[in-house]
């Protein structure tokens, strides 16, 4: 088991550019998750997945898209970045709701936008 | 908005030492309770979960939680410095969601 992947581990992007983060998971969870993290902050929910073509928003969805066409696969949108979407991005999944189970989280991809 | 808070530290312990790392929470409501430890520049991992009040014990460390005065507490025993990272606290939100809180670093000194 490769538990949960994202690609790439490093982006650097121009202010207006867009490109899209991937995550896969090879566990056949439901549900999946996209956090962002800031220096010294907690992480925040951009968007989840409670199963395949159902998503909903998190508590800081702006500037972003997802999309859920397969358990598998749960990647995230960015249009026109903009330097406030500077962060490290993390990707998870879990077997039910995150109220009751683990939710297993992926290396990360640190984006930086000049 | 349901919130998480933690002490941001850093707390810093020597080696051998009891850390007690502290959270509190608003949501009456919430049922689950994690601890999640993030070394630097890595991913977080979970520790422990708790649901109950009282302590659960796992190895060096016990979750205690307070769910009267809405405390979650972490204690690790014996102390290394590998422990050293920081220790995120989170909560199960509206929807089953994970609410986080900023964490707490640790740094345990040899």
């Known amino acids: 088991n490769a538990g949960v992947t994202q690609t790439p581990k490093f982006r650097i992007l121009k202010i207006g550019q867009s490109m899209t983060l991937q995550c896969a998971q090879d566990?056949?969870?439901?549900?999946m998750y996209w956090y962002r993290q800031d220096p010294g902050m907690g992480l925040k929910l951009i968007y989840y997945?409670?199963?395949?073509?159902?998503?909903d928003k998190g508590e800081v969805p702006n500037g972003y898209n997802v999309s859920r066409s397969t358990t598998e696969d749960f990647p995230l949108r960015l249009e026109l970045a903009a330097p406030s979407q500077t962060s490290v991005y993390f990707c998870a999944s879990s077997p039910s709701g995150g109220g009751g189970n683990e939710q297993f989280f992926g290396p990360g991809t640190r984006l930086t936008v000049l | 908005q349901k919130e998480v808070e933690q002490n941001s530290g850093p707390l810093s312990v020597p080696e051998g030492a009891i850390a007690s790392l502290n959270c509190t929470y608003s949501d009456r409501g919430s049922q689950s309770f994690f601890w999640y430890r993030q070394y630097s520049g890595k991913s977080p991992e979970l520790i422990m979960f708790?649901?109950?009040?009282g302590d659960k014990e796992d190895g060096r460390f016990t979750a205690q939680l307070n769910k009267a005065s809405q405390y979650v507490s972490l204690l690790i025993r014996d102390s290394q410095p590998s422990d050293s990272a920081t220790y995120l606290c989170a909560v199960n939100g509206w929807g089953n969601k994970l609410v986080f809180g900023a964490g707490t670093i640790l740094r345990v000194k040899s």
């Open positions: 997945s409670v199963g395949a073509g159902i998503t």
């Open positions: 708790i649901y109950s009040n």
């Open positions: 566990m056949n969870h439901n549900y």
